[in-house]
């Protein structure tokens, strides 16, 4: 049973912009901190956003400035603004939602970005 779903992955030129977004559970979305992680070439899987159930986010430096996460609890949908993307942003970006111990995992979108 698929119990986090992302979309909204596509391909851009640098300088544009994708919104992500994420499906959860409502047993595992609600008071639940979410998130956002990519699998980038060459790189392990990192952490890029999180937000917590109060809508207080926090971000890897690599994204200040340039995305943001949000939250709307009613639908338990978790969203990703990317704007002025690069091409070191290509990835599979997955999202995440922690509920106790355990992390919940989607099957991740892909982004490319183009130079």
């Known amino acids: 049973q698929v119990q986090v779903a992302e979309s909204g992955g596509g391909s851009v030129q640098a300088g544009g912009s994708l919104r992500l977004s994420c499906v959860v559970d409502k047993s595992i979305f609600r008071n639940n901190i979410v998130g956002w992680s990519r699998q980038t070439p060459g790189k392990q899987r990192e952490s890029i956003a999180v937000i917590t159930a109060l809508g207080s986010p926090n971000y890897a430096d690599s994204a200040k400035g340039r995305f943001t996460i949000s939250r709307d609890n009613a639908k338990n949908t978790v969203y990703l603004q990317m704007n002025s993307l690069q091409p070191e942003d290509t990835g599979v970006y997955f999202c995440?939602?922690?509920?106790?111990?355990?992390?919940?995992w989607g099957q991740g979108t892909q982004v490319t970005v183009s130079s």
């Open positions: 995440v939602a922690k509920s106790g111990a355990r992390n919940y």
